[in-house]
């Protein structure tokens, strides 16, 4: 159970955060980076949910917040083998096999795409492709951490944040009319 009853502690003055292992990294550690970069996706989720909220979306998204601040638990408390005297927050694959169940069915009903499209069309989808891009530089830090020498990634949440960035996508062409508002990228059309 959390509980915060004092929001300011003093204790990052210097620059560092605390993991969950209790070790101390600076504030631009590449792992603070990447949950941070988590954190920051979950809010732009919360913008999305302003112009989902009547629509069939909005509970996946919000199993989605859910499930980010899971894969940011997950990626704050290192597994470096030792024995911890709790039970870390893990991904699981059961949380991938959800998400990847919500992109097909959001996406039964689509046209195959034959021309990549421009982010917007309607504010929820504009809203979306923001989220999207925010997830895929968290997947990007998650990556590199993962192939930093003597860091460890469960790699569920890589597979986790690739697949947030494919719901995004799918999600964005669904608001819009079910892929009939995209606005489809015309190359070369200005030059």
Not at 91 to 96: A, D, G, L, P, R
Not at 179 to 187: F, H, S, T
């Amino acid at each position: 159970m959390v509980v915060l009853n004092k929001i300011y502690t003093k204790t990052g003055d210097d620059g560092t955060t605390a993991l969950g292992t209790g070790e101390r990294r600076l504030k631009f550690d590449l792992r603070v980076e990447s949950y941070g970069t988590v954190d920051e996706t979950n809010a732009t989720l919360g913008m999305v949910r302003l112009h989902t909220a009547d629509t069939d979306i909005d509970g996946m998204l919000s199993r989605i917040q859910n499930d980010l601040f899971d894969l940011g638990a997950d990626l704050a408390t290192p597994d470096t083998g030792e024995k911890l005297e709790y039970e870390p927050l893990r991904m699981i694959e059961s949380q991938v096999t959800r998400i990847e169940q919500d992109i097909d069915k959001l996406n039964a009903d689509l046209d195959p795409l034959r021309s990549f499209i421009l982010p917007g069309g309607s504010p929820a989808a504009a809203a979306l492709h923001v989220s999207r891009t925010v997830a895929r530089r968290a997947e990007r830090l998650i990556v590199h951490l993962g192939e930093t020498p003597g860091e460890h990634v469960n790699p569920h949440c890589i597979r986790y944040m690739n697949r947030v960035s494919d719901f995004l996508f799918v999600a964005a062409r669904h608001v819009n009319d079910g892929g009939k508002a995209d606005i489809l990228w015309v190359p070369g059309e200005n030059r």
